[in-house]
């Protein structure tokens, strides 16, 4: 599977959480942009602007790529509906922004349209996804409208996901693991942790997290990125100092431990990362 690039640094935090998780999910099902066009709604060079940060996600295509990945669309959607809200807010009190990115959105889809005689195909068979076809302007105004009525029915767990991801991690459940292995340590920045030696089933665990599925990248930071630095020295690698912050040394050592274990050597802490730090 080819390397992903670089997402850009200015995305906000719960796009870029995202888009790590689509990611994640495509790598998983083994499809390739190819692929995941043939199975979707939208062409191949429209998952790449999404996938890869030029473009923002259309909440339809984030359920069709979970559909095609053979996924349950539901926390996708919650995540898609958070990151609406807070660029809607963010534009609220920017009156300057929303009306530049409409700009910037609008003559970024013509020039796509003229760039190949494929896109061109591609825009005529109906493949470009409806988003294209908005105003820019008005988008942050239906997306509010939405929003509401999910808050009410996720009440305080989606704002605790919100929590999460504005730290700039996601929370998975652990089928009840955290009652048997609870996380003894409350995270606060700017100190250090010590590293518990513990083990519940077979799976490691060093006091600071029970996850198995948290996606945990570059910026990051919280009780996970603790868990994974002390999972990490158990493993015999050094992140550096274990203070919750996902930097580029802990970065890197991930990718050795990853390298190390035959998995994809991307950086991101996920559900096989996990599986092979708790051994």
């Not at 996720?154 to 704002?159: D, F, M, P």
């Amino acid at each position: 599977m080819p390397r992903w690039k670089e997402l850009p640094s200015e995305l906000p935090e719960k796009d870029l959480q995202l888009l790590i998780q689509l990611r994640r999910l495509k790598d998983r099902s083994g499809l390739g942009l190819t692929g995941l066009a043939a199975k979707t709604g939208y062409s191949r060079s429209s998952w790449e602007r999404y996938l890869n940060g030029k473009q923002p996600v259309p909440r339809a295509a984030v359920e069709e790529l979970a559909r095609a990945c053979g996924a349950d669309p539901t926390r996708l959607l919650v995540l898609h509906e958070v990151a609406a809200e807070a660029n809607a807010r963010t534009e609220a009190t920017e009156p300057g922004t929303a009306h530049d990115d409409g700009s910037a959105g609008r003559a970024e889809k013509t020039e796509t349209k003229t760039e190949t005689a494929e896109a061109a195909a591609e825009a005529a068979e109906g493949a470009v996804p409806p988003e294209t076809e908005e105003p820019g302007e008005p988008r942050s105004r239906p997306r509010p409208r939405r929003v509401v009525p999910l808050w009410w029915a996720v009440g305080g767990g989606l704002v605790a996901m919100a929590a999460a991801f504005g730290a700039g991690l996601l929370l998975a459940p652990d089928d009840g693991d955290s009652e048997s292995v609870p996380a003894a340590v409350v995270y606060a920045p700017g100190r250090t942790y010590e590293c518990a030696d513990d083990r519940k089933d077979g799976a490691a665990y060093a006091g600071h997290s029970v996850t198995r599925e948290a996606l945990v990248d570059l910026n990051g930071n919280g009780r996970d990125v603790v868990e994974v630095q002390c999972l990490l020295r158990k493993q015999g690698f050094e992140p550096g100092e274990i203070d919750g912050l996902y930097g580029v040394r802990t970065k890197e050592e991930v990718r050795k431990f990853q390298a190390r274990r035959g998995l994809v050597s991307d950086g991101i802490v996920g559900p096989d990362t996990w599986g092979e730090l708790r051994r």
